[in-house]
């Protein structure tokens, strides 16, 4: 989408894509949680010369106290990445709340050197409940 009537001497562009993002690369964060939860975060980001690449977290799936849920709706996906995605920070709302807890925050993924990160349950206001121990991390680029 150009601001402009043409395209000569417009240099101003606004790229719009879906809230899918399938045109970005798919990474995925696999996560085991202490207490048998599992999680998989699907993110997409695209590509960029000069800024933070463009990016979505387009889904997440697992199990959280027993009970498995899947998460699509853009607005129960929140995702804050730091400097280029190289710090990666995200929460999960579930549709319903899974034994007091809304969600579950995942903090400080990092895809390269992969450490552990943070995690924890949350309240229905985004809010630490309890932590909980992340007992392994794989990423995936495809």
């Not at 240099?11 to 202490?34: D, F, K, Q």
């Not at 933070?52 to 853009?74: C, R």
Request: net charge negative; glycine share 12%.
């Amino acid at each position: 989408m150009y601001f402009c009537a043409g395209t000569e001497d417009c240099g101003v562009a606004l790229p719009l894509t879906s809230c899918s993002y399938e045109t970005g690369r798919l990474h995925t964060h696999t996560l085991e949680l202490a207490g048998g939860g599992e999680l998989e975060l699907s993110l997409r980001i695209g590509e960029s010369l000069a800024s933070t690449e463009p990016g979505a977290f387009t889904g997440a799936t697992g199990s959280w106290g027993g009970q498995a849920f899947s998460q699509l709706d853009y607005f129960k996906l929140i995702y804050v990445p730091f400097h280029h995605h190289f710090q990666r920070n995200f929460i999960v709302l579930f549709d319903a709340p899974i034994g007091g807890a809304c969600g579950l925050r995942v903090s400080n993924l990092d895809p390269f050197d992969l450490p552990a990160g943070e995690a924890a349950t949350v309240d229905c206001d985004l809010q630490d409940i309890a932590k909980v121990a992340i007992e392994s991390h794989e990423h995936t680029a495809k």
